[in-house]
């Protein structure tokens, strides 16, 4: 196994406009930060797991059904009691966006449910901040990605910050530096990195995170492209220009494509790693987001490997 991603796997209630007596109508849509990188990294042509949980419930059976058509491996997916949670999106008179977190089974993911030999037998571990904020899942977030160091096996890690998921932003902060020791890929926006590292500068931030003993740390620039620093040397890949249909997804649809194409390096993904590489791999994956971007959806959206390289 290429990659496996723990954390949630949930539906994005979003409003898509309103019916004739002005009553709001919505789309389920499949979504989840670290189900979304798997996905992205399947397409992409890398082997790709999920371990979380869902509810004995048809949005359950529907993300299930979503993560294997896409060819990810469900054997680490988990049903509980609690209903499938849901992220609700409407929509303001002015386009602005609201959302709201209905949480349910994702966070009662517990840890004699990881799968640990799947783990085991992965090249890298991902999972985002999403499940460090409830539950049995905080957890066993950290427990997972303490067996996967303790294994040899390379973790990934989005703090992709969710205001309304935390009491506070000191509360979110503190749980988001929290696996950072563990961590041997960093993928953070830049709206993300002062809160993190207390500074807004590229250099200075990726430097305060490098010591902490991150391999590679990638900063995402949303249109702009993506910043990078391995080790001592930092660089900045440009974006692809397109076309704007929907951002949703584009940043996991950009790391999925990094860990696909790391994999490519094979067991050991990091090991003798050049900059020249680095720069090769995030032109790859500002691609794969770009394409993303042009087309609506998050998961439907998500570009195949024959895609990028026709």
């Not at 042009?294 to 024959?306: H, V």
């Amino acid at each position: 196994m290429d990659i496996t991603a723990i954390g949630e796997v949930l539906i994005d209630l979003t409003q898509t406009g309103v019916n004739e007596y002005r009553v709001p109508t919505f789309a389920a849509n499949p979504g989840g930060a670290p189900a979304n990188v798997a996905v992205s990294a399947a397409r992409l042509g890398a082997s790709a797991a999920f371990v979380g949980k869902v509810g004995a419930d048809g949005f359950g059976a529907y993300l299930t059904g979503v993560l294997q058509e896409n060819g990810v491996d469900v054997s680490g997916l988990r049903t509980g009691e609690a209903a499938t949670t849901m992220a609700i999106v409407s929509v303001d008179k002015t386009g602005e966006r609201d959302f709201r977190f209905v949480r349910g089974a994702d966070c009662e993911l517990r840890e004699d449910e990881v799968d640990l030999e799947l783990i085991r037998r992965s090249r890298f571990l991902h999972f985002g901040s999403v499940s460090l904020t409830a539950g049995p899942a905080r957890d066993t977030t950290l427990f997972a990605a303490r067996k996967a160091r303790e294994m040899g096996v390379l973790v990934s890690y989005d703090p992709n910050y969710r205001q309304a998921l935390w009491n506070s932003e000191a509360e979110a902060v503190e749980w988001m530096k929290k696996p950072l020791p563990l961590v041997d890929i960093l993928k953070i926006s830049e709206e993300e990195l002062p809160l993190v590292t207390g500074t807004a500068d590229l250099a200075e931030g990726t430097n305060i995170l490098r010591n902490l003993g991150i391999t590679l740390v990638l900063v995402t620039l949303g249109g702009d492209g993506a910043f990078y620093r391995l080790g001592d040397h930092t660089g900045h890949v440009p974006g692809v220009k397109t076309t704007i249909a929907d951002t949703n997804g584009a940043g996991d649809t950009f790391l999925g494509a990094v860990l696909s194409r790391l994999c490519r390096r094979g067991e050991k993904p990091l090991a003798g790693l050049t900059a020249e590489e680095v720069e090769s791999v995030l032109a790859f994956a500002n691609r794969a987001a770009a394409k993303t971007c042009s087309r609506s959806g998050a998961i439907p959206a998500m570009p195949t490997l024959a895609e990028l390289e026709s």
